[in-house]
């Protein structure tokens, strides 16, 4: 706008006064200093726009640097942030170490045959009634079943869907003879499920171990009277840890 207010004055100048050598030579003088106005507002223009990208350059590399400082700080270092995955072999726990139970106390020959055979009737997935039938005589059996229950326990598959779902009838019987003392059941055939189930078993067997010989452990097992003697069982929910399968080694320990 002021640059269009001169030009139309000296125009104006120009045309209705230049025939007067005084005013042509303020024109001229007027005209010079103008464009040296121009010029110099201009240089302090581009100078001012220069700083401020400047500026702005300066502000955007701190910001930057900031950033990369608090993203820094926060970084886990890779090995620490991936932790490994922990691997379940059920391989490693062997149930074919464990010895085979005598039977229990007085029982003769002809009933251990009799409760070996009602454990087979019992888990076969096809037996129907007679499968019922057979776990009612062996839950009425009680304590001396027990020998025969587990050493058909320890034979199972776990890693099989059959398998599993025998040793979960399975520890249910075990269970109510016991009076609802329980170890615990996974109920996949993954390896981390199979693995707890070995260790199940495992467990079963140190508990009747010691059982058989202790009356005081076994009242206390099996719920009888007031008994607070002998090691504590163990718990009547599965308190198991899904992280630590060890931990069903514990159970029982006297």
Known sequence: MVLALIIGFGAYKFVFQADDPVIAGEIEVAAADTAADLLADSAMEAEAAAQDILDAAAEDALEEETVAAETEDDTVPEEVAKKPAKVYDPASVDLTVLADFEP???????????????????????????????????????????????????????????????????????????????????????????????????????????????????????????????????????????????????????
């Open 104 to 254: 229990y106390g007085s029982t003769t020959e002809e009933d251990w045959q009799e409760m070996k055979q009602l454990m087979v009737t019992y888990v076969d997935p096809d037996a129907g009634a007679a499968g019922r039938r057979a776990g009612n005589s062996l839950e009425k059996i009680g304590k001396p079943a027990i020998p025969a229950i587990i050493n058909r326990f320890k034979t199972m598959d776990f890693a099989t869907d059959q398998g599993y779902r025998d040793g979960d009838v399975t520890q249910r019987l075990l269970m109510t003879i016991c009076s609802g003392t329980n170890v615990g059941w996974r109920y996949s055939i993954e390896p981390k499920d199979v693995v707890f189930n070995k260790k199940a078993v495992k467990l079963w067997h140190k508990i009747w171990d010691r059982a058989k010989d202790d009356e005081a452990y076994w009242n206390f097992i099996a719920k009888l009277g007031d008994s607070t003697e002998g090691a504590p069982p163990p718990s009547t929910t599965p308190e198991v840890s899904d992280d630590d399968l060890d931990d069903l080694d514990a159970l029982g320990d006297g």
